[in-house]
């Protein structure tokens, strides 16, 4: 009698070896797949949660702050004395714009410079008022094309807006 044996065909290992090849082989091409970029979105959405809670400190503290804008990010800026100065033991660090670049800034519809005229006295482009009230503003990022801003009214509230290029 002749053995039912073959040696036509693949076995089940053989099978599965080549199937967790292919899998790792589809992994590495879906990881090697640019992402879409989001640094526009974190920087907007960073940018207004730090300014909520510069808010929400002005109101809790009971003492103005503000920030000031330049190309590189902002600067945290409290009253004292009817003086702005940088204080970071009470609103944190400069920050920067996380790869986004600046647009420009408006208050009240007007863009407003952003460079520190040789004896002019430190201000802050947007203020927060221990009463809630704020300035209202327009701060417009850019990533490659794609604009944003983020958008204050006199009342505080802060959103982001996102725009086509």
Request: aromatic share 6%; charged share 20%.
């Amino acid at each position: 009698m002749r053995a039912l044996s073959s040696d036509k065909g693949f076995s089940l290992v053989e099978i599965m070896v080549v199937m967790a090849i292919m899998g790792l082989m589809a992994s590495a091409v879906v990881l090697a797949m640019p992402s879409k970029d989001d640094r526009l979105e974190r920087a907007l959405s960073g940018t207004r949660s730090y300014m909520t809670a510069l808010g929400r400190t002005a109101v809790t503290t009971g003492r103005a702050v503000g920030l000031r804008f330049d190309d590189s990010g902002y600067t945290p800026l409290v009253l004292k004395g009817g003086v702005w100065v940088a204080d970071s033991t009470l609103v944190g660090r400069a920050r920067t714009w996380d790869g986004a670049s600046l647009v420009g800034v408006e208050l009240d519809g007007a863009a407003v410079s952003l460079e520190l005229k040789r004896g002019e006295v430190l201000r802050p482009h947007v203020w927060f008022l221990p009463t809630g009230e704020a300035a209202s503003f327009k701060l417009s990022l850019e990533v490659e094309g794609e604009r944003g801003s983020v958008q204050g009214s006199g009342t505080g509230a802060i959103e982001v807006v996102a725009h086509a290029s």
